[in-house]
DNA sequence: CGTAGTGTTGAATTGAATCAAGTGTCGTGG
DNA sequence: CCACGACACTTGATTCAATTCAACACTACG
């Protein structure tokens, strides 16, 4: 049905290597490229320098580390490994996973380029949960003692990290919505709409875009099993809400969607 | 069966008033008073002065303000009020809600002497929850600003606020894990180990403690029927592992409390 | 001392899990 | 480049844990 050509696929794979063209539209940089600076990113008004100026951005690009790409199935850093950075995604996917006591996986979140992984170890300095690329991606390294130390000298830099773990509070309440009060099918249907808004930033479409992870992954992170998942997904299909073809989704009634969320 | 005399029962309301007595065993104030100084609170080794010098503290003690105490069921603020402080428990309990877009309620946390109230709101400037007394409580209110400002030039103030919001994010992976893999029973075992193990930070007995919380409350925290925290909490019960008298709560054998949540 | 609110308990119902069998897709190695 | 095998996904039948509905008991507060 749906032959989806994401923005994820005009990138090949082996496309990604060191280069130093900038982007013909914005004149940034693709966040693919290992040596862009923050300035030139083409996610600078989604990442950390939000709100700082060009000598700020300058500052912050000195302490940030822009790692080689990371192989899809590759970890980032592990459950308990020793806290030592926080980590911007710049491109590709991430997910974040716990091992529960029971020796089960449970999926903690989703990253999406622009957004800030590794917070939740800055208290117990060890990371509290393990961190894998879901697919092809880049992210950048920002050792956070260095961070701490730069956002003592920049106000707006303290300011916008605040911000940013706020934001991760506020955004955690609403997951605990969901798994408290949601049933399976407005769960998955809140899931949809969520990737659909972050995916709206950096992606080329809103309403047709490429799930990166699999059933059993957004089972796991909405507290469902992966056959639930895809009873749900068919079922709102032929309701004509969405139109499903594997991990291709378009989302072809946006408003009935939301309806199921938060029916009216 | 049990009749508990709590800490909280130890202070009867009436007793709460401004008072400059020191406590007579640690020489420090009871945290009722509403003139108690950080440095004097016996709580500022759990709250915010934690690893602040002398001097230190008494910068923060400046831009802290010591409110009347709150009335049972009166509300420190609601949700959508504009973000302007983050407030520390000083004694008592508070609950956060939010109404749910069909209109039901959903607890989003409860709140015990020596935690940080209020985070979510600091990105979007507006506080996500509403937050509510739970019995007769005291807070000290932290216009954000003002310690945004203050964190700037104390550094050790500064890691202190990452350290405490990075906990939160932190704490609220685990509530993900219980609401996404835990059965009713596991829920509410878990619930009560950790009230538990907060209790014991300022409470007489970790064992032995008084619920400040309803049925319907814990339910909508850990989304479970209060009917279904009822049943569990006799089949607990039941099976010797703890006493219940409505909310006096005995925790009779710990061991077999976790083993309930970790199955060994 | 009465009553509204809070908590307990039972019976019936149901939404999602589990168990099971099959189909489709994609990456890999020949 | 194609064929194979592993994995991901779909779909159906059955089971079960928790909800819902309902009636009643206890407590605590004015």
């Known amino acids: 049905m749906n032959r989806a050509i994401t923005a994820e696929k005009s990138h090949p794979a082996n496309e990604v290597r060191i280069s130093t063209r900038t982007n013909a539209q914005s004149g940034k940089h693709c966040p693919r490229s290992i040596d862009v600076s923050c300035a030139s990113c083409r996610l600078s008004e989604l990442c950390l320098p939000i709100a700082l100026n060009e000598n700020e951005v300058d500052r912050l690009d000195k302490i940030v580390r822009r790692n080689r790409p990371n192989k899809k199935g590759s ?3 592990r459950q308990g490994d020793r806290f030592k950075s926080v980590y911007a995604v710049r491109s590709g996917s991430f997910k974040s996973y716990t091992l529960t006591s029971n020796g089960r996986h449970r999926v903690a979140g989703f990253f999406l380029p622009g957004e800030i992984i590794g917070m939740g170890g800055i208290a117990s300095k060890t990371y509290v949960s393990s961190m894998i690329a879901l697919e092809h991606s880049s992210i950048c390294e920002i050792p956070f003692n260095q961070l701490e130390r730069l956002s003592q000298q920049l106000p707006s830099l303290q300011q916008r990290l605040f911000a940013i773990m706020g934001n991760e509070i506020a955004k955690d309440q609403d997951i605990h919505t969901l798994l408290s009060d949601f049933t399976a099918e407005q769960r998955v249907a809140s899931f949809l709409l969520g990737l659909s808004s972050r995916f709206s930033r950096t992606a080329l479409s809103v309403t047709h875009f490429r799930l990166p992870m699999s059933r059993n992954d957004i089972g796991e992170f ?19 809400i969405i139109c499903v073809n594997y991990r291709d989704i378009e989302l072809t009634d946006i408003e009935a969607l939301r309806d199921v969320v938060e029916p009216t």
Chains 1, 2 share one sequence.
């Open 75 to 77: 970890h980032l850093y």
């Open 222 to 240: 909405l507290g469902l099993t992966l056959e639930t998942v895809s009873r749900i997904t068919h079922a709102l299909q032929r309701k004509g």
